[in-house]
């Protein structure tokens, strides 16, 4: 009889840490909302008009050269014109401090894209894990090379960060998004970056209230079994 009343009340303890450890976000102001670069860092390259670097505008026509699409998403986004006196990258970075448990990692970003054509070496956009202090790469996340003309409308995109920041639990990392310019006027653009999320799950699972109730009455009927026996 006791036997069978201890594995029962394993069984109970075993629901009760079913509930799912809820995600955390590591980034902030990550929409640009404030108006501003509140919680980031940028290079603050260029010149304006085509050699313009990340700025927050609620207007598509802040590149400064190929115009996008106003931000879709809240008022505000961050621009740059993807051109200008190169070589030379805009950078958009947010350092964040890695909980000592990451179970699953997931980073989001909104972005836009307009390309006349491409009168040189052909240019990028990165999205990479940097060291706290901005200067290491550490992993790319995304990359993707542009040879020729094009149109992006505001398209979402994700990835899945759990193995790379495993590695750096606990650690201060960077999130940065940079435009590669290769060049010297490599042709007019326009580039428009939104919506970054970073969300981490991290530590043991969290029972929820209906679970607890259903274990406190559960250990009491066991209790009230015992003392028959």
Known sequence: MKRRIAVAALA??????????????????????????????TTFNGSGGCDTDWNVSSSGGATGCMAVGNPVAGSYAAFNSFDGDGPQV???????????TVLAAQLSW??????LGIFGAPRQSLVELRDASNTTTLGTIY?????????????????????L???????????AFSNVIPENLTG????????????????AAVPEPAT??????????????RRKA
């Open 143 to 163: 990359s993707q090379t542009y040879s020729s003309g094009g149109v992006q409308d505001w398209t979402t995109l994700n990835a899945d960060l759990t193995s």
């Open 12 to 41: 109970l303890l075993g629901i009760a840490g079913e509930g799912a450890a809820a995600p955390i976000e590591l980034i902030s102001n990550g929409g640009f909302e404030t108006g501003n670069f509140a919680g980031w860092s």
């Open 212 to 225: 607890l109730a259903l274990l406190g009455m559960g250990l009491a009927g066991l209790g009230f079994a």
């Open 165 to 175: 920041l495993a590695g750096y639990a606990g650690q201060t990392v960077t999130i």
């Open 90 to 100: 805009f950078r958009l970075s947010q350092s964040v401090l890695l909980p000592t």
């Open 110 to 115: 909104t972005q836009t894209y307009s390309i």
């Open 188 to 203: 007019p653009a326009g580039f428009g970056l939104d919506s970054v999320s970073l969300q981490v799950t991290s530590g």
